[in-house]
């Protein structure tokens, strides 16, 4: 699917930029290195593709600078390795080429995760009815057993209990992972619910959480598939360096909820959650929201770089909680966002939304952190299967900035 709308500069914007006169701009364009189209209303003017101009940008640094251009890559900068999963592009998401928000709307968990297994959702059916793995006694009795980790630890536990009893494990090929992928997703969902689930995983989540509202699952499913991927986000990226070195999917997971824990990944909705508690204590929304902002310099649960307009993940669960969850808790949501909007201009991101989802729908406490887990273990999954596929290491050189030598 292909995306049209794009963002534009003016000349001064572009030339400025780039730090180049209009005279030279021009050439730039002429020479093919640079898009210039037509203003709507008024042919005079040209604007210029923002995406053009930036690569440019990038093209200058990495001549001026190789090492330091590089190190750029890996903080929001220049694309560092090849995917086929998701995209990014003018503030929305897809999977495959794929509408993420059309998918986590009108498709299953399981479809979204044979998708990005193997390429073809309408292979779900089959890729989940395999039976689950065997587990030993110990692992089983995880499930039940009153443990203050919190879901992300109980998944590490058990995934390396399970990981050592799964002889298919070390087999890395696509068709043997994607088959582990669906073994591994069906026991970390058995986890949370502190039970043996089936499919569809989504309402058996429902079930444990909502019992007497299972219409809650389309919910519960659009918060799954909308975790499901992200690019290379801190996760994704730890999971692709631990798959190059030929670990297990087992392993693979274990390592990249490691790196999901900290608190400026899936961590961050235990802030959110604080800032909701003083909120409801204080009503002094913009207040609170400006001390959070003079302490820490941003607002939890509030801008993504990638959605300068707007998390388009975070919009769709704020959606389902006004239409089908608790109105007072999606109201007293939008207080928070008003005034937000009010102090930094910033828009909700995934993480606010789906502490708004479990408050709209009196969720656990521990819903967030464990919708965004069991959900983003999709992605993690399929950027093994990519990883494996490519057989290389992933071991990036470090430029050395300490003191010289000794002679």
Request: charge should be positive.
């Amino acid at each position: 699917m292909m995306v049209n709308k794009q963002r534009f500069m003016t000349a001064r914007q572009a030339a400025s930029a780039l730090g180049i006169s209009p005279a030279t701009l021009y050439s730039y364009v002429s020479r093919g290195m640079l898009r210039s189209e037509r203003v709507p209303g008024d042919p005079r003017i040209r604007h210029y593709r923002e995406e053009d101009v930036r690569r440019i940008v990038e093209r200058k640094e990495f001549r001026k600078n190789p090492a330091k251009a590089a190190a750029g890559g890996l903080h929001w900068g220049s694309p560092v390795l090849e995917s086929s999963l998701t995209l990014i592009n003018q503030g929305r998401l897809f999977y495959r080429g794929n509408d993420a928000i059309e998918l986590a709307q009108h498709t299953t968990v399981e479809e979204v995760a044979s998708l990005l297994w193997i390429g073809d959702s309408s292979q779900a059916g089959q890729l989940f009815a395999r039976e689950s793995l065997e587990l030993p006694q110990k692992t089983l009795t995880l499930f039940n057993k009153n443990s203050d980790l919190g879901p992300i630890g109980r998944c590490q536990q058990v995934l390396s209990l399970a990981g050592a009893s799964d002889l298919s494990a070390p087999n890395l090929t696509a068709a043997a992972v994607a088959k582990t992928g669906a073994r591994i997703l069906r026991l970390l969902f058995s986890v949370v619910c502190r039970t043996s689930v089936s499919t569809p995983l989504d309402a058996a989540l429902a079930r444990k959480w909502m019992p007497k509202r299972i219409a809650g699952a389309r919910a519960i499913r659009a918060a799954l598939i909308l975790c499901a991927d992200h690019e290379l986000n801190v996760s994704a990226f730890t999971a692709r360096c631990i798959a190059s070195a030929q670990a297990t999917p087992y392993e693979v997971v274990v390592g990249a909820l490691a790196a999901f824990s900290g608190r400026r990944h899936g961590g961050a909705s235990e802030d959110i959650e604080d800032l909701f508690r003083e909120a409801e204590e204080t009503r002094q929304y913009r207040r609170l929201l400006a001390r959070h902002l003079r302490k820490f310099g941003y607002i939890p649960g509030f801008g993504h770089p990638l959605y300068p307009d707007g998390d388009p993940r975070g919009r769709l669960l704020i959606s389902l909680a006004e239409t089908q969850g608790r109105r007072s808790a999606f109201a007293f949501a939008e207080e928070l966002i008003h005034a937000a909007r009010t102090l930094t201009g910033e828009h909700p991101n995934l993480d606010f939304g789906l502490v708004t989802l479990t408050r709209a729908f009196d969720l656990p406490s521990e819903a967030p952190t464990a919708l965004f887990a069991l959900g983003r273990t999709i992605g993690w999954i399929a950027h093994a299967i990519e990883q494996y596929a490519a057989s290389e290491l992933i071991r990036p050189r470090a430029n050395y900035v300490g003191p010289a030598p000794m002679s």
